[in-house]
């Protein structure tokens, strides 16, 4: 995640090819990674798979992203681990045995040349720490009205899940949050007026964890 891991940046590196006989466009590699809640949830780049299907007033997009595999490839000792078994017999190194993965799915549908509306629902796996799993579920709705001069839109983003091990709040508590947005633009003169209004549940680290989740990059390991 971030592409940012080697001596030499990459941005991003990927494949774009049309999938045959369908409608779909599908692209691997290191890419961006955005949700369609102005950032709030995930912008990034990372290795990833993404396909893009049009159907009429419709469009479909799936992403699966992977942003740490074998907790970042750096073993407790700080040396990659080796791939197989290990002297108290259990295997160790397999690609995907620590990782965090999200899957994300949005679709949009054009209800009219004005209005435009679109559901969400992105999941995180992530089992970095290698002592458990958590598992967070955030599904959002939004939508625009453009009425020529100007733009309206926002969004409702609802989370619940599994509390991840290295975040504020008690360990093995329960996510439940949200975050909503409401924004415009306008044209004024020469110019163009715009405002956004985002607020987001927090949490008093008592319990039951009540902030919303973004997927971040933090320090040399990443969680929600």
């Known amino acids: 995640?971030?592409?940012?891991?080697?001596?030499?940046?990459?941005?991003?590196?990927?494949?774009?090819?049309?999938?045959?006989?369908?409608?779909?466009?599908?692209r691997a590699g290191i890419q961006p990674v955005d949700d369609m809640y102005k950032g709030t949830f995930v912008g990034t780049d990372a290795a990833a798979l993404t396909t893009v299907t049009k159907l009429d007033k419709a469009t479909l997009y799936l992403n699966w992203m992977r942003g740490y595999d074998n907790k970042d490839f750096n073993g407790a000792a700080?040396?990659?681990?080796?791939?197989?078994?290990?002297?108290?017999?259990?295997?160790n190194g397999w690609p995907?045995?620590?990782?965090?993965?999200?899957?994300?799915?949005?679709?949009?549908?054009?209800v009219s040349k004005e209005l435009k509306i679109g559901v969400s629902d992105y999941v995180v796996y992530e089992n970095l720490n290698g002592g458990g799993s958590n598992l967070l579920?955030?599904?959002?709705?939004?939508?625009?009205y453009n009425f020529g001069r100007g733009l309206v839109d926002g969004?409702?983003?609802?989370?619940?899940?599994?509390?991840?091990?290295?975040?504020?709040?008690?360990?093995?508590?329960?996510v439940t949050s949200f975050a909503a947005n409401l924004g415009g633009k306008i044209k004024l003169g020469p110019g163009t007026l715009r405002a956004n209004l985002l607020y987001a549940s927090g949490d008093d680290g008592?319990?039951?964890?009540?902030a919303f989740q973004g997927l971040n990059q933090l320090g040399d390991k990443n969680t929600t």
């Open 1 to 26: 995640m971030e592409a940012d891991s080697i001596n030499l940046e990459t941005k991003t590196v990927y494949m774009e090819f049309k999938v045959p006989y369908l409608p779909t466009t599908a």
């Open 78 to 91: 700080g040396t990659i681990p080796a791939i197989g078994t290990n002297t108290a017999g259990a295997t």
């Open 96 to 110: 995907g045995r620590y990782s965090l993965d999200s899957f994300m799915l949005d679709a949009k549908y054009d």
């Open 137 to 144: 579920n955030t599904i959002g709705l939004n939508a625009s």
């Open 155 to 174: 969004f409702v983003l609802f989370q619940h899940g599994d509390n991840p091990a290295n975040n504020f709040g008690q360990v093995g508590q329960k």
């Open 206 to 210: 008592q319990g039951k964890v009540g």
